[in-house]
């Protein structure tokens, strides 16, 4: 096929002919197209079996089941539902809205926890950064499964009953039933709140920009974060008070059987959320700490020889350079956090997995369909929250030279 | 010049050095220490009485349930249930009941897997815990051959010991000799048209296949063995068994992985990228559910798989996504200098990942890849979640015995499980540890 005798030319100067398949150009084509062959082949033959199975086991496939009637309970849904007449759709957003639920609110604790053992760990007080170290290395290595176990079984179903729970007076009730807290009630004009606080966030960025921008020109300072804050917290808190204070709480109480008003708890939701929260947080103490201990010592030095003093140093110096070795790792743990929260499923708390890839998929034997879903739309969760901070990297990324 | 004296000379010029004093009461010994990293300061002091606080309630329930008031002898669940709830115990005790861990011991670490058989399991251990100490210690010597034991004749053992040989591959012999031909026939084809000697190749071509004829010959055996069903084993054997095969499925397929991530070719970096962020994108109990109830479908009617080893599939996927980023992380951290002083050698691609490239890299992601496994083998626990029973699984599964069903045992098999995955974790981490300073060599930027 190819000519390869590189002499047998004659001419000396002309490039020397090589085999075709030795062309590196050409080798690789060939065996990236023998590849997409065998990818093809693959998933063509896998697709052409699912769909004999499903007709042998007569399945219809498709997407139909998701408006038809779902038929059970969930025993915490964030939306309207009810067993009667949802459909397996509405399961799926409920489900979808408590694993938001428990991974948002698990990702704040998470984070506090997170960076204040990570703290700790550094503290020149021995107890303490001893006390972070064992926090670290005993719950990092022990298996969220058995966590969650513990916490649900080991902890919250050992509360007592209602009539003989704990009862924190206007703070809410705390039994083997889950938590009861207070539900604030708002009145007349409550709305305004919210525009004030809006608004008090738009001020308080208009005047962020603006101090900066002088910064740049004059050198003259203005504390636009305490302005900031202040207006954040003042303005709402004004409007509220002109309102003339809307705003009651339900407060929970002990009724015949069961405690009645306030909001709900689960304990389902309490174990996830505690259990998801400090396994997280030892990880992201060892972020934090390992972030900080990145910045160098040269760093804070310098900081000091310009003349600041040592919260500017920590804010202006210390923090930017250890937040920037700390986001990218910070963000995987947020996704396992939110990939995590399936784990639900062993102590049914309603979450996607729990009610949707589990009881849903029990009910109507789509597996196909009820996986596929489940399985994108935690890829989805998983691919925006990467590319945006990608983004947010990116932009605080250290250009260099 | 007489005037000029010399230091010696002068009188208030000291001639010998004065003998060390020791520092300030205040700033040596407990007492000092004490006030340095305990009491420096006011919020300092307030800090430490605080953890002082928080100790004294944390350890002393644990303490006292774990060893105080535990339980360590007993036939049934008499001696661990209080008197009022039938038990020989004073009311309100609170106590660890070990004697139903011991009880239950076997079954914790074999599952059902028959007592008189349970040998098999026990010479598998040994076989793979000599290898991995072997392998682990750098001072032993015999690596090379170390890691051919641990990953051809091994896994060989284990399976056979495990299940029990025997294994129906008659039908199997006939397409492995088609492929051996197909395989002969292009590798023949292949050097002929890229001008080379086709002998070397076909050589290789020949030796695998003969190997896998080997195998299969020595899988279909039969040994005499009894015939132990996977729905018998359980307990650590099978956390085991998924961790293990899981890490040592992933590590090949994750280092072809991150190479066909970071290599030129686009088709192949984009299914590898496709393929990778696909599985860290999702959770490993929906993994676990796919590869429970829907990988059945993907095959052609009547093939079907063991429930546990459709888990490992789904285990290998899951890691092998992670094992090859770690690996990727390896080959970025390589100096570019690496890649391009083997290509001005003269080596191709392969000579070159195999010689110059991976080598170095994987020996910087030792700690990566021990990483992995210890989350692998936390990970191992979701598997009770589709019907398998591994050591947490076999432990929950024995609460439901009524010879030992009291209020403590829950918890009581709950901080037994903790306890041996902390030790398994914590020691491999130590290890992991270890291995990254013995392997810092500078050349990680």
């Known amino acids: 096929m190819a000519v390869t005798d590189a002499t047998g030319n004659g001419s000396g100067e002309s490039a020397p002919k090589v085999a075709l398949l030795n062309n590196p150009e050409i080798r690789g084509w060939v065996f990236q197209i023998i590849l997409a062959i065998l990818v093809v082949y693959l998933a063509y033959t896998g697709w052409a079996n699912m769909n004999a199975n499903l007709r042998a086991a007569g399945i219809a496939s498709g997407w139909g089941f998701l408006g038809t009637n779902a038929g059970f309970a969930i025993s915490q849904s964030l939306i309207e539902y009810s067993q009667a007449s949802s459909t397996y759709g509405r399961v799926y957003i409920v489900g979808l809205l408590n694993t938001l639920a428990v991974a948002f609110v698990g990702i704040i604790f998470a984070t506090i926890i997170g960076f204040i053992v990570g703290v700790a760990r550094l503290s020149k007080n021995w107890l303490v950064s001893r006390l972070a170290t064992v926090y670290v290395?005993?719950?990092?290595?022990?298996?969220?499964?058995?966590?969650?176990?513990?916490?649900?079984?080991?902890?919250?179903?050992?509360?007592?009953?209602?009539?003989?729970?704990?009862?924190?007076?206007?703070?809410?009730?705390?039994?083997?039933?889950?938590?009861?807290?207070?539900?604030?009630?708002?009145?007349?004009?409550?709305?305004?709140?919210?525009?004030?606080?809006?608004?008090?966030?738009?001020?308080?960025?208009?005047?962020?920009?603006?101090?900066?921008?002088?910064?740049?020109?004059?050198?003259?300072?203005?504390?636009?974060?305490?302005?900031?804050?202040?207006?954040?917290?003042?303005?709402?808190?004004?409007?509220?008070?002109?309102?003339?204070?809307?705003?009651?709480?339900?407060?929970?109480?002990?009724?015949?059987?069961?405690?009645?008003?306030?909001?709900?708890?689960i304990p389902e939701y309490i174990a996830m959320l505690v259990a998801l929260s400090t396994y997280t947080a030892s990880f992201i103490a060892e972020i934090v700490r390992a972030g900080i201990l990145a910045v160098n010592r040269g760093q804070t030095e310098a900081a000091s020889a310009l003349g600041l003093r040592n919260g500017p140093t920590l804010r202006l110096v210390i923090i930017p350079q250890a937040l920037r070795i700390i986001i990218p790792p910070l963000t995987s743990q947020y996704l396992n956090l939110t990939k995590n929260s399936s784990l639900a499923v062993a102590i049914a708390y309603p979450e996607l997995t729990s009610v949707f890839a589990g009881t849903a998929l029990n009910q109507t034997g789509q597996a196909v369909e009820i996986i596929s879903l489940t399985m994108l739309t935690y890829l989805t969760i998983s691919l925006v929250t990467s590319l945006f901070m990608n983004w947010y990297n990116n932009r605080v990324a250290l250009v260099e030279r | 010049m007489a005037e000029i004296h010399s230091a010696a000379d002068i009188a208030y010029v000291r001639r010998e050095m004065l003998p060390e004093q020791e520092a300030?009461?205040?700033?040596?010994?407990?007492?000092?220490?004490?006030?340095?990293?305990?009491?420096?300061?006011?919020?300092?002091?307030?800090?430490?009485?605080?953890?002082?606080?928080?100790?004294?309630?944390?350890?002393?329930?644990?303490?006292?349930?774990?060893?105080?008031?535990?339980?360590?002898?007993?036939?049934?669940?008499?001696?661990?249930?209080?008197?009022?709830?039938?038990?020989?115990?004073?009311?309100?005790?609170?106590?660890?009941?070990?004697?139903?861990?011991?009880?239950?011991?076997?079954?914790?670490?074999?599952?059902r897997y028959p007592n008189v058989e349970q040998w098999r399991v026990n010479i598998v251990g040994v076989l793979f815990f000599g290898g991995l100490a072997g392998l682990l210690i750098p001072s032993v010597p015999y690596k090379r051959e170390n890691i051919i034991f641990l990953s051809i004749v091994f896994p060989i053992a284990a399976l056979i010991l495990l299940t029990g040989g025997d294994i129906a591959v008659d039908g199997?012999?006939?397409?492995?000799?088609?492929?051996?031909?197909?395989?002969?026939?292009?590798?023949?084809?292949?050097?002929?048209?890229?001008?080379?000697?086709?002998?070397?190749?076909?050589?290789?071509?020949?030796?695998?296949?003969?190997?896998?004829?080997?195998?299969?010959?020595?899988?279909?055996?039969?040994?005499?063995?009894?015939?132990?069903?996977?729905?018998?084993?359980?307990?650590?054997?099978?956390?085991?068994?998924?961790?293990?095969?899981?890490?040592?499925?992933?590590?090949?397929?994750?280092?072809?992985?991150?190479?066909?991530?970071?290599?030129?070719?686009?088709?192949?970096?984009?299914?590898?990228?496709?393929?990778?962020?696909?599985?860290?994108?999702?959770?490993?109990?929906?993994?676990?559910?796919?590869?429970?109830?829907?990988?059945?479908?993907?095959?052609?009617?009547?093939?079907?798989?063991?429930?546990?080893?459709?888990?490992?599939?789904?285990?290998?996927?899951?890691?092998?996504?992670?094992?090859?980023?770690?690996?990727?992380?390896g080959l970025q951290a390589l100096p570019k200098g690496q890649y391009e002083g083997a290509m001005a050698l003269g080596l191709n691609w392969g000579q070159m990942m195999r010689m110059i490239i991976l080598p170095q890299a994987l020996k910087l992601v030792i700690p990566g890849i021990v990483n992995t496994f210890i989350g692998l083998f936390k990970d191992t626990t979701l598997v009770l979640i589709i019907g398998l029973f591994d050591f947490l699984g076999q432990i929950q599964s024995s609460y439901s015995d009524p010879t030992w069903a009291s209020p403590v045992q829950a918890m009581t098999g709950y901080a037994f499980a903790a306890i041996m995955y902390w030790v398994f974790c914590f020691s491999m981490s130590r290890y992991s540890m270890f291995m990254e300073r013995k392997l810092d060599t500078g050349h990680k930027r």
């Open chain 1, 137 to 265: 290395e005993t719950l990092r290595n022990i298996p969220l499964l058995l966590q969650i176990f513990i916490w649900y079984f080991g902890v919250l179903r050992l509360l007592p009953q209602p009539r003989q729970g704990f009862d924190f007076g206007p703070l809410g009730l705390l039994n083997n039933r889950g938590y009861f807290a207070p539900k604030p009630v708002w009145g007349e004009g409550g709305i305004f709140i919210v525009y004030a606080f809006i608004a008090a966030c738009v001020i308080a960025w208009g005047v962020g920009r603006w101090a900066h921008k002088r910064q740049m020109a004059t050198g003259q300072i203005f504390p636009s974060f305490l302005f900031g804050l202040g207006v954040i917290v003042l303005l709402p808190l004004a409007t509220f008070l002109a309102l003339g204070a809307p705003l009651t709480w339900d407060i929970p109480e002990m009724g015949g059987f069961r405690p009645s008003g306030g909001m709900t708890i």
């Open chain 2, 24 to 111: 300030p009461g205040s700033s040596r010994g407990v007492v000092a220490w004490f006030r340095e990293s305990l009491f420096s300061s006011i919020p300092y002091t307030i800090l430490t009485l605080f953890c002082l606080y928080l100790l004294w309630v944390i350890v002393p329930p644990i303490l006292s349930f774990l060893i105080g008031s535990a339980v360590w002898t007993g036939t049934d669940r008499a001696v661990c249930a209080t008197e009022a709830q039938g038990g020989i115990q004073p009311n309100g005790w609170f106590g660890a009941c070990w004697a139903y861990v011991g009880d239950y011991a076997n079954q914790f670490i074999y599952g």
């Open chain 2, 172 to 329: 199997l012999y006939i397409p492995l000799a088609v492929l051996a031909v197909l395989a002969l026939v292009v590798t023949y084809a292949f050097a002929k048209l890229s001008d080379s000697d086709p002998l070397p190749g076909l050589k290789n071509v020949a030796a695998l296949f003969i190997g896998l004829f080997v195998l299969l010959f020595i899988l279909g055996f039969d040994f005499g063995l009894m015939h132990v069903e996977t729905e018998m084993w359980g307990g650590l054997l099978v956390t085991l068994v998924i961790a293990v095969t899981g890490i040592a499925a992933s590590l090949p397929v994750g280092i072809a992985l991150a190479l066909g991530r970071r290599s030129a070719l686009p088709i192949v970096r984009f299914f590898s990228i496709v393929f990778i962020e696909f599985w860290r994108g999702v959770p490993l109990i929906t993994v676990l559910f796919m590869s429970s109830v829907m990988l059945p479908l993907f095959l052609p009617e009547g093939v079907s798989f063991d429930k546990l080893l459709r888990a490992l599939i789904g285990v290998a996927l899951f890691s092998s996504a992670y094992m090859a980023e770690v690996v990727r992380g």
